[in-house]
Nanobody, 122 residues
Framework: QVQLVESGGGLVQAGGSLRISCSASGRTSSSPAMGWFRQVPGKEREFVAAISWRSIFTYYADSVKGRFTISRDNAKNTVYLQMNGLKPEDTAVYYC???????????????WGQGTQVTVSS
């Protein structure tokens, strides 16, 4: 089992920056790949970014490429999502997931956190 807890969400103005974190505990070695997804009411969970165990591979959704950066600190069992140039359309609940391999599909992640709200005002 892996437990995930997101933090760092909040309200920010368009053009601003925010860094959200995901702290993992439990058998993290069994699910080394980490991903960030986001969801708004009435829509499916949308892939944002993913990172492999040693940070060799990173994937980004086209909508956030060049603005968001995913990183991780394995010594702290924490994954980060640095979000710059935020837009109102980035408003969503952001979830982190843990899985065995780095993929863009949410079904590829076995464990999820409870989410953190990010709201971008225009």
């Amino acid at each position: 089992q892996v437990q995930l807890v997101e933090s760092g969400g909040g309200l920010v103005q368009a053009g601003g920056s925010l860094r959200i974190s995901c702290s993992a505990s439990g058998r993290t070695s069994s699910s080394p790949a980490m991903g960030w997804f986001r969801q708004v009411p009435g829509k499916e969970r949308e892939f944002v970014a993913a990172i492999s165990w040693r940070s060799i591979f990173t994937y980004y959704a086209d909508s956030v490429k060049g603005r968001f950066t995913i990183s991780r600190d394995n010594a702290k069992n924490t994954v980060y999502l640095q979000m710059n140039g935020l837009k109102p359309e980035d408003t969503a609940v952001y979830y982190c997931g843990a899985g065995r391999t780095i993929v863009r599909a949410s079904v590829g992640y076995d464990y999820w956190g409870q989410g953190t709200q990010v709201t971008v005002s225009s």
